[in-house]
């Protein structure tokens, strides 16, 4: 299984994460875009996922909830810009319980020897908003939702 390294450098507002995932990129970048495989990785292991939206275009936009064992329910949100493809992807990122603090991110997928680096770059309003976002438990969501997706396309990779 592969190593998170999540880098937020003092005073700078960017959260930038990378991974190299044992798959090549257009499973990679369909694990990132189809809802049934969304759902399979995205998020702390102990949440359900849903997606109410996802529209895979300039301007289309997402949605999607965590749901916890308690009932609780955890909403996420944002719109995609430029044509989403296995060159990148950009969208805005909006937790519904901090409205107004959105970020932008980018995603990119480079592929080397059957192996995939994915890198996303996380740009924040402002550093306390950037601090706000890792000290909301990002790091071990991210970790947490990598590792399922190693496995999940260690899966798909066996199946092919």
């Known amino acids: 299984m592969g190593t998170t390294q999540?880098?937020?450098a003092p005073g700078d507002p960017f959260i930038e994460i990378t991974r190299t995932f044992n798959a090549p990129r257009d499973l990679l970048y369909r694990a990132h875009t189809d809802r049934e495989?969304?759902?399979q990785w995205l998020g702390p292991r102990?949440?359900?996922m849903s997606v109410e939206r996802m529209e895979v275009r300039d301007g289309g936009r997402w949605q999607y909830t965590h749901h916890d064992m308690n009932g609780n329910a955890?909403?996420?949100?944002?719109?995609?810009?430029?044509?989403?493809?296995l060159d990148g992807i950009t969208q805005t990122?909006?937790?519904?319980?901090?409205?107004?603090?959105?970020?932008?991110?980018?995603?990119?997928?480079?592929?080397?020897?059957g192996r995939t680096v994915v890198r996303v770059?996380?740009?924040?309003q402002s550093v306390e908003a950037r601090d706000a976002m890792?000290?909301?438990?990002?790091?071990?969501?991210?970790?947490?939702?990598?590792?399922?997706?190693d496995e999940l396309v260690g899966r798909l990779v066996a199946v092919n």
């Open 134 to 149: 890792i000290q909301s438990g990002m790091a071990e969501g991210v970790n947490d939702g990598y590792d399922r997706l």
């Open 6 to 8: 999540i880098t937020a």
């Open 37 to 39: 495989l969304l759902v």
């Open 93 to 113: 990122f909006e937790f519904d319980g901090a409205p107004g603090h959105v970020s932008l991110d980018t995603l990119t997928l480079e592929e080397q020897d």
């Open 74 to 85: 955890y909403g996420f949100h944002g719109v995609f810009h430029g044509t989403p493809s």
């Open 46 to 48: 102990q949440y359900r």
């Open 121 to 124: 770059k996380s740009v924040h």
